[in-house]
């Protein structure tokens, strides 16, 4: 079901880029105090997750986005606003964003449901009759999307949430070589090349790395790093294999999926119909809202951050 957002825009952030880089340029960063707690994986590597102190509370797993972290502006705050209210929070990181690079040649993508599915079924394992819910953001939207859409009933959450979610990676990438939006693909392929560089002391990459520079779409980098390290023929299998609107009418979990028609990171010609989500999916679309922007408040000194709220408020209703 297609429904219309309660999100009122700050009328001092006006367009999608603004709405887009205020928080992540602004916004103070308040994690609570944090344990991390190591998984080793059954392939020899690890995935580290840090978690808020135990509330008793339903246990909430947030997922990051494309080479985010602690210091994305979207993950501390969260962390805070779920552990004042009751519950339990842990920050997944993707392999090799814990802060140390992981161990294998391989890394993480926005297709990679293997992991969260092998964490879950660890979490789930250690769990005490709270339940689980799952929030991903961007990139861990696609993951979260993809893994429910897989694992239909069997899931084993009480309910998801997935914010400005590349939903068709073909779709994204093009969208992100074209006018502003390639500010985001030149500071993230940044990152990519900065954490490229940074594994090559454990291991050799499949692209030379005096040439790096010349990924400078998120296509050619797909193709030339991304493809060739998770076992995808080229870029256009890895996109195609790994989007996930095609997975979102086989998720059987109650979940809420947050996007932006204004969001710079996909079109909104990418974003899926009525026909293509299932009875269980509830997409709020907003006109404006950017990508994990969504900031109200009339008052420049004091910004509201929307989703925390609308997070908050739907998880109280599934809890």
């Known amino acids: 079901m297609i429904t219309r957002s309660a999100f009122r825009p700050a009328w001092w ?9 205020y928080p992540a340029l602004f916004r103070k960063r308040k994690a609570p105090r944090l344990t991390r707690e190591r998984f080793e994986l059954v392939d020899g590597d690890f995935l580290d997750i840090d978690w808020t102190r135990h509330t008793g ?9 494309l080479e985010g972290s602690l210091d994305s502006h979207y993950t501390g705050g969260l962390l805070h606003a779920l552990q004042q209210s009751g519950y339990t929070a842990g920050l997944m990181y993707f392999r090799g964003r814990s802060g140390e690079p992981n161990r294998l040649s391989r890394s993480y993508h926005s297709g990679d449901t293997a992991d969260l599915e092998e964490i879950m079924q660890r979490i789930s394992q250690q769990q005490t009759g709270t339940g689980i819910a799952v929030v991903g ?3 861990g939207g696609n993951v979260l999307l993809k893994w429910l859409g897989e694992k239909g ?12 979610v590349p939903l068709n990676l ?13 500010i985001y693909q030149r500071h993230l392929l940044q990152k990519l090349r900065e954490s490229v560089t940074a594994k090559a002391v454990l291991h050799s990459p499949p ?21 060739p390290l998770h076992g995808f023929r080229d870029v256009d299998d890895y996109y195609a294999r790994s989007s996930s609107k095609q997975f979102l009418k086989n998720i059987q979990i109650p979940t809420l999926l947050l996007q932006a028609i204004d969001d710079p990171f996909l079109p909104a010609s990418a974003l899926p119909t009525n026909d293509e989500l299932s009875a269980f999916v509830t997409m709020e679309l907003s006109k404006r809202g950017g990508h994990v922007g969504f900031v109200s408040g009339s008052n420049p000194l004091q910004p509201h951050y929307w989703l925390e709220e609308r997070i908050l408020q739907h998880l109280n209703e599934h809890g």
């Open 13 to 21: 952030l006006p367009g999608p880029h603004l709405q887009t880089l």
């Open 137 to 139: 953001f961007s990139l």
């Open 153 to 164: 009933q069997s899931a084993g959450i009480v309910t998801a949430i997935a914010i400005s």
């Open 207 to 227: 692209f030379p790395l005096d040439r790096l520079r010349e990924l400078s779409t998120f296509r050619k980098f797909d193709n030339e790093i991304t493809a």
């Open 57 to 65: 509370g339903m246990r909430v797993l947030i997922l990051h986005g």
């Open 170 to 182: 073909h779709h994204a990438a093009l969208k992100l070589d074209r006018g502003l939006s390639r």
